[in-house]
């Protein structure tokens, strides 16, 4: 299984990005994709999940000005993030929770990860 994600790149204060993410391989079911993300010097932390109902969940400083989007046909899931601010400047992680054909488990997987900058 392979996540590849696309979008990055460098944008203005106040602009907006939107970044996809691929889920590929053997794939019986994805149960939740998600974006983390991880600035110079900090920890990962999640920034938005989406199930494969279409439960969303967001961290609080994005609330209002990102939104996590999926398509299950496509195994794809999408963020479409407006308002940036420079702080919000950091590499972008795509996440999946995937269950293999004939694995009983679910695996987490995750793409190699996007740069986003935002300029002030």
């Known amino acids: 299984v392979q996540l590849q994600a696309f979008g990055g790149g460098l944008v203005q204060a106040g602009g907006s990005l939107r970044l996809s993410c691929t889920a590929s391989?053997?794939?019986?079911?994805?149960?939740?994709m998600g974006w983390y993300r991880q600035a110079p010097g900090k920890q990962r932390g999640l920034v938005a999940l989406i199930t494969s109902g279409g439960t969303t969940n967001y961290a609080g400083s994005v609330k209002g000005r990102f939104t996590i989007s999926r398509d299950n046909a496509k195994n794809t899931v999408y963020l479409q993030m407006d308002s940036l601010k420079p702080e919000d400047t950091a590499v972008y992680y795509c996440n999946a929770y995937i269950k293999r054909p004939l694995i009983s488990d679910y695996t987490n997987y995750w793409g190699q990860g996007t740069l986003v900058t935002v300029s002030s």
């Open positions: 391989g053997s794939i019986f079911s994805i149960v939740a």
